[in-house]
């Protein structure tokens, strides 16, 4: 599969963290002399199955000089979502006002990823779905990551996170760009999201008794497009850098 990307790349820290890491945006993390940037462009170049890249971030990111292997490096909008639908519609103007086929939507704070990883994740991913988000089991993650820290949604068919990359048919996601504007907001909060599923999940989500496809399935109500969590995908797609803990490991290990 052959796909165009877009990587939101306004992600701050603040405080302590931030003068920890050197930086207060998380795309210009330097681990091992790269920005996490980079090591994200120099991925996706690798991989042979990218063409278009939009990155999108403040003018710290647009004018480093790691944004200069992208096709476009658009200036922020005013939140997380905003930013991916300007890239998408970057790529609607370039296409011949034409949206791609599918769009990969890639997180810039993954201190391990590889081309290998979003490989892997682009070719078991279903061509009829106009949604599919990696997803992994804790021993999955454990088993590559020696990371204790790292934080799950504890379900009744186990304990689960969810990764970085969004493989999307960009119509499908203007179509329902409210909902998942939503969702957004939401995303930090597993009682959050639960409460944006319905009062059911909410109780179902506190006694443990949602399952993944019983999510999967309430999305694709919500949403009004098909979707699933894709599983066996790599952790490298799974371990971003949210909070001190992540970054200090990340360092630990000579990401």
Known sequence: ???????????????????????????????????VLERTL???????????IVVI???EVI?????????????????????IFRGLEWLYVANDRSYPERVLI????????TADAIT?????????????IPILRREEF???????????AHLRDGEWMI???FLVDPVALVRNRSAIEHVFAARRSRLGMARLLGPSFVLRFLTRRLTVARIEQRCREMLGCTGRGIRGCAAELALDIDYPEDYRYAVRCGA
């Open 1 to 35: 599969m052959r796909v165009d990307a877009v990587l939101p790349a306004g992600g701050r820290i603040s405080g302590p963290f931030a003068r920890e890491a050197g930086t207060e945006i998380k795309a210009l993390i330097q681990l091992g002399g790269w920005t």
């Open 42 to 52: 120099a991925s996706l170049g690798a991989t042979g199955h990218v063409g278009r």
């Open 57 to 59: 971030g403040p003018e």
């Open 63 to 83: 004018s480093h000089q790691a944004a200069r292997s992208a096709d476009v490096a658009l200036s922020e909008g005013s939140s997380g979502p905003a930013n």
């Open 106 to 113: 890639l997180t810039t704070d993954l201190p391990f990823l």
């Open 120 to 132: 892997q994740f682009l070719d078991v991913c279903p061509s009829d779905l106009d949604l599919c």
């Open 142 to 152: 454990e088993a590559r990551f020696s990371y204790r820290s790292a934080r799950y």
């Open 163 to 165: 990764g970085c990359a």
